[in-house]
T-cell receptor, first 115, second 114 residues
């Protein structure tokens, strides 16, 4: 199975709050887990990524938590700001052969941060 | 460093026609992947090219094809367009040389089929 399941579909958070988006995967061969942020009319922008040998990675206000045994990973956005309002996609990557890494995406979470 | 560029940004075509989309990767990147984004199916992988060779292909019909040139620029072609082909087509570039590559997306080409 190549599926990546993402929840929630939409999320409303107060300014300054913590936004949490969760993803679960089935294929244990996945070995790279990026998060992308997409604003309307733009392409997805790489936000942060983690490999399965690490349980947590932090970059500024963005943190990925990774639970290998549960096959789950999540994005935490601390001190959420209205400018963070966007659609967030989790993804997982696997070597499909000959060094080709194909991204499998979750369905996305539309985050709205209200003042 | 310039990002991934895609042309054209918007296209309107009629059912049955064909269309060609273009992607220029980040300088130094040799891998270009194409994705289709729709509200219903989300982001789906079409194919990936590296050094002018298709390395990987998603589950799309043969009407979807692509190629890559020696300068790593890539084109994607869709023949005999169907209404369901209306989507945002995104390309992503990466170094692609045997390491888990971070993929960087362009702004996409919005294709509308009428």
């Amino acid at each position: 199975q190549q599926q990546v399941k993402q929840s929630p579909q939409s999320l409303i958070v107060q300014k300054g709050g913590i936004s949490i988006i969760n993803c679960a995967y089935e294929n244990t061969a996945f070995d790279y887990f990026p998060w992308y942020q997409q604003f309307p009319g733009k392409g997805p922008a790489l936000l942060i990524a983690i490999r399965p040998d690490v349980s947590e990675k932090k970059e500024g206000r963005f943190t990925i938590s990774f639970n290998k045994s549960a096959k789950q990973f999540s994005l935490h956005i601390m001190d959420s700001q209205p400018g963070d309002s966007a659609t967030y996609f989790c993804a997982a990557s696997i070597d499909s052969g000959a060094g080709s890494y194909q991204l499998t995406f979750g369905k996305g979470t539309k985050l709205s941060v209200i003042p | 460093k310039a990002g991934v560029t895609q042309t054209p940004r918007y296209l309107i075509k009629t059912r049955g026609q064909q269309v060609t989309l273009s992607c220029s990767p980040i300088s130094g990147h040799r891998s270009v992947s194409w994705y289709q984004q729709t509200p219903g199916q989300g982001l789906q992988f079409l194919f990936e090219y590296f050094s002018e060779t298709q390395r990987n292909k998603g589950n799309f019909p043969g009407r979807f094809s692509g190629r890559q040139f020696s300068n790593s620029r890539s084109e994607m072609n869709v023949s005999t367009l169907e209404l369901g082909d209306s989507a945002l087509y995104l390309c992503a570039s990466s170094f692609g040389a045997g390491i888990i590559g971070e993929q960087y997306f362009g702004p996409g080409t919005r294709l509308t089929v009428t």
